[in-house]
Structures are given as structure tokens and as C-alpha cells.
């Protein structure tokens, strides 16, 4: 139970006392709110007081007669307004005229209640004014949060873009200085390690592109029927150069289960992610199984590798933004911290789930569950 | 001034970078030990004592550097320590220290932007040491 605040100013004292009697026992609830709310009243009897109430004591709802001995009711809308206080303001009264109901409206009043009005009346505007503000606060911490978010993944950012970009200059001013020797040979690894970092730095780019895309950009367009048998071919193709080269093999256990109704680049996004990993988190030797299966009602995907595998407090972060899992396993291993979060998003665009089951030093299984009712229902 | 007598302990994660300062340190005549993560700092501490310590904050955890300042304080509180802290001070992430005593000896000397030139370094090095 959460209780609003309503200051009501007018300066019939019966109508103070009406409404007070009224929203005294009222509670207003909806689906959608986390509790229901009840009122408390305070009144005031002019303008000058009702704004003394308001610097005082932030009431939640201003509910305000326009014809006031002193300043108008629309003077006190004018300075909420002016301070940028967080009040939903409705007018009461019963010389609304078109003109102090346009001004009224400008500044924010978002209700008119006439006077005289009855007890369901009044009742039925609170509810409304209720609502209002309730979804009014909730853009609002939503839209810091958002910003907050935003702030933070970019300072991570620009910290990734830095790092390799302070190791080039740091070579090349020791080129610069001829800090290393006279000849090229000197600088072999010097260069080798800039090469690296460029490398590194553009896949973070690549993955950067891929993340924007997921976030921002939908096309329904792209929608097509695909088949997840082909695009794990793919994939395991893309993959193969580094896979021959770390000498590990591929095992698939494919079940034929139709098509699937997505933009293909999602898919992609995700199968190249996780079967890339599954090579790059490899043992020299080792094995990627992918498999996928379907029941009636949803596509499982699962890629398993033989590699390093990650603990309890690993799992947990895997999923985050640039939480790349740092120890002496994955030293030696570039990546952006990117991937994984990319392909979480991708998969709650579809409506799925993606898990990870893992053991240090055994290996890890991703899996990927995506309902087969939701595909066809794709937000955009 | 006679600086090889002194032994800077490095830790950063960022092998270019360690490599580089590393480098330039040892020209300008120090003793360094380069370590590339949390873990391996903390085994040099406890085996030997340093003259100064200069410490990445994020490598195996968040705080890493932090974590290092607490447990080198803690053993050496005389030995000086730079912090480079490029992401704290972008990111604006808070650090929660739990106890009074944590509070005390997470204070580092200073606070450098990662990424300072190590001319700049061996400077900010030589102050520390009043040398």
C-alpha cells in the first residue's frame, strides 16, 4: 500500500471538506501497479497558501480551483510548472472557460474536473491522475537508468579502444626513439604485437557493428524461413581455418526440424559466436559437438566444446557486456567481451533462452532454446 | 643518484603496456618486476618487499588494484604505491570498501591516468621515492 500526497486549494471550504471526506476511503489499483494507493489529504484555502504547502511538504497531486481570492489557480499551475516539480496537477472549477483551460492545459494540468462534481466523479479523475503519474515515474527512472546503462557501456569502451591504441603509440614512439636497436630486427615483436592489437581492435569493432545492429535495428524484411542445419554448416566452415589449425575436430548431431522463421544474420550472429568460442576456448586436439534437436514446441541448439571451461562466479558474469573471463587460461586469447552478451540479446529477441553448463578444464555447453510458437512473432 | 638500487613491482594485464613501461623503467636504471596479473603480484609480495609499487586497477577482478594496494599496505606501509585508474575515474563506478581498516589502507600514493607516458612515470616514481 503506498499513500499519495493531495493537496486540494480552494476556498470552499464545504468542497475542501467533500473531497477530503471522498479520498479519505479511496484506494485506486491497477493490473499493472505494484500496490494500490491510498490518499492524504492537506488543503489550503488561497493560492499563496497552496504554494507555502507545496515548498514545504512536495505533495503528489495539486488539485486546484482557478478562481482563487488572490492569485488564480493557473498562476499556481504556472509556478509548479516554472520549478519543474513532479506534481500532477488537475483543475476544479466551474468557470472553465476555453481560455483558462487552454492555459491550464499548457502548463500541464492534465485533468479538468467541473464543478460541482460528484463523489464518483471525483473518483474517477483521481484514478486517471493516479495512473498517469504512476506511469509518468516509471518513464522517468527508466530513462535515467537507460542513460546510465549508456554511460557506462561507453567509458568501458572507449577504455577497450584506448588499451590498444596506447600500446601501438608506446611501440611505435619506441621505434620513434629507436629504443630497441638500429635495425628493423629489432622491432619484429614490437610490430608482430601492434599487428595483434590492430587485429584485436577491429574485431571489437566487428562485434561493436553487430551490437548496435541487434539493439537498434530490426527489419521485418529480413524475416525469412531458414534452415538451422545450413547455418551451423556455415559456421563450422567460417570457423574451420582456425579449427584446422588448433586440430580440432567437429562432431554435429543435426534432427531435421523444418524451418525456422528469422532474419538469417541473427542466427548467424549466434552460431558463429558460439561455435567460434567453442574452437577458441579449445584444448590444442580437442572436439566441438553441435547439436540440434526440436520438440513440438521449441529448437534447441547446443555447441559443446573440450576447452578451459569456467567456474560458478564465471558463469555468472559471462553474459555481461566486456566481462571477459581474465585468468592464465585466457591470457593468450583476444576477444572483445562483446560476444556473448551479443548473442544473449539476439536469443531474448526471439523470445529464448540461452544456458551454460561448464566444468574447469573439461569444457563447456551452451545451449540455446528458442520456442517455436514465438518465431513467428518477432518484435520489431 | 643511484636508482638500481630500487625495485619497482608492476602489475598490468595489458602485456604491451607492461612490456613498454618495463622497459623504459630498467633503462632509466631500476630494478623491475613485471608481474601481468593480481594473482602473481601477490605471490611476489609476499616474498619480497618492493620500493614502490605501480598497479593496473581492473585485471582478474574489477578492483583488483585495490584489492593489491589493501594487501601490500597491509604488509609494507611504508612502500608508496601508483594506481592507474583510467576506468574508475570514466566510468564513475564506485567501490565499496567494507571495513574502516580497509578504508585506511586502500589509499594509494596516486592516482595516474593509464596510459601515462613512462617518462612521466619514472618522474611521478622519483617524487614518491624523494629521490
Known amino acids: 500500500m503506498a499513500q499519495l500526497k493531495v493537496l486540494i486549494v480552494d476556498d470552499e471550504a464545504g468542497i475542501r471538506s467533500g473531497v477530503a471526506r471522498i479520498l479519505n476511503n479511496f484506494h485506486v489499483t491497477y493490473p499493472f501497479m505494484d500496490e494500490d494507493y491510498t490518499f492524504s489529504i492537506t488543503e489550503a484555502a488561497t493560492g499563496e497558501e497552496g504554494i507555502e504547502i507545496i515548498d514545504r511538504d512536495m505533495p503528489d497531486i495539486l488539485l486546484l480551483d482557478n478562481k482563487l481570492p488572490g492569485i488564480q489557480g493557473v498562476e499556481v499551475l504556472e509556478y509548479v510548472r516554472k520549478k519543474n516539480f513532479d506534481i500532477v496537477v488537475a483543475m476544479i472549477t466551474s468557470y472553465a472557460s476555453i481560455d483558462v483551460a487552454v492555459r491550464a492545459h499548457n502548463d500541464g494540468a492534465i485533468d479538468f474536473i467541473p464543478k460541482p462534481f460528484t463523489p464518483q466523479e471525483l473518483k474517477t479523475s483521481l484514478e486517471h491522475i493516479t495512473k498517469q503519474l504512476y506511469l509518468r515515474r516509471i518513464t522517468n527512472t527508466l530513462k535515467v537508468e537507460g542513460r546510465k546503462v549508456r554511460f557506462q557501456f561507453l567509458s568501458v569502451l572507449s577504455h577497450e579502444l584506448k588499451a590498444p591504441l596506447n600500446a601501438i603509440e608506446g611501440y611505435l614512439r619506441m621505434m620513434q626513439e629507436r629504443q630497441l636497436g638500429d635495425s628493423l630486427d629489432d622491432y619484429a615483436s614490437a610490430v608482430e604485437r601492434s599487428l595483434q592489437r590492430i587485429e584485436s581492435m577491429r574485431n571489437l569493432i566487428m562485434d561493436l557493428l553487430d551490437f548496435t545492429k541487434v539493439s537498434f535495428e530490426r527489419h521485418l524484411e529480413n524475416m525469412q524461413e531458414i534452415s538451422l542445419s545450413d547455418l551451423v554448416s556455415m559456421a563450422i566452415v567460417t570457423v574451420s581455418p582456425y579449427a584446422i589449425h588448433k586440430d580440432i575436430s567437429f562432431n554435429t548431431d543435426i534432427r531435421h526440424c523444418g524451418k525456422i522463421w528469422a532474419d538469417p544474420n541473427d542466427f548467424e550472429i549466434i552460431l558463429n559466436n558460439l561455435i567460434s568460442n567453442a574452437v577458441k576456448y579449445n584444448r590444442v586436439g580437442g572436439s566441438v559437438t553441435v547439436t540440434v534437436d526440436c520438440s513440438e514446441d521449441e529448437f534447441t541448439v547446443s555447441v559443446a566444446d573440450t576447452g578451459i571451461g569456467l567456474n560458478a562466479d564465471e558463469r555468472e558474469m559471462l553474459f555481461e557486456e566486456f566481462s571477459r573471463i581474465k585468468n592464465e587460461k585466457t591470457r593468450n586469447i583476444s576477444g572483445s567481451g562483446l560476444g556473448l552478451s551479443i548473442v544473449r540479446k539476439v536469443v531474448e529477441l526471439y523470445h529464448g533462452v540461452i544456458k551454460v553448463e561448464s566444468e574447469p578444464d573439461r569444457g563447456s555447453v551452451f545451449t540455446v532454446i528458442i520456442p517455436k510458437m514465438q518465431v513467428t512473432n518477432i518484435q520489431s | ?131
Open chain 2, 1 to 131: 643518484m643511484v636508482k638500481n638500487s630500487f625495485t619497482v613491482l608492476i602489475a598490468d594485464d595489458d602485456p604491451d603496456y607492461l612490456f613498454q613501461v618495463a622497459f623504459y623503467l630498467r633503462k632509466a636504471g631500476y630494478e623491475v618486476v613485471a608481474v601481468e596479473s593480481q594473482a602473481e603480484a601477490e605471490q611476489v609480495i609476499q616474498k619480497m618487499k618492493p620500493d614502490i609499487a605501480v598497479f593496473d586497477l581492473m585485471m582478474e577482478s574489477d578492483d583488483s588494484g585495490f584489492i593489491l594496494c589493501y594487501k601490500l599496505k597491509r604488509r609494507y606501509p611504508d612502500v608508496p604505491v601508483i594506481l592507474a585508474t583510467a576506468v574508475a575515474r570514466e566510468t564513475g563506478v564506485t567501490f565499496g570498501l567494507s571495513s574502516e581498516q580497509e578504508r585506511e589502507w586502500i589509499r594509494a600514493d596516486l592516482y595516474l591516468e593509464k596510459g601515462v607516458r613512462p617518462e612521466q612515470l619514472d618522474q611521478e616514481i622519483r617524487k614518491l621515492l624523494k629521490l
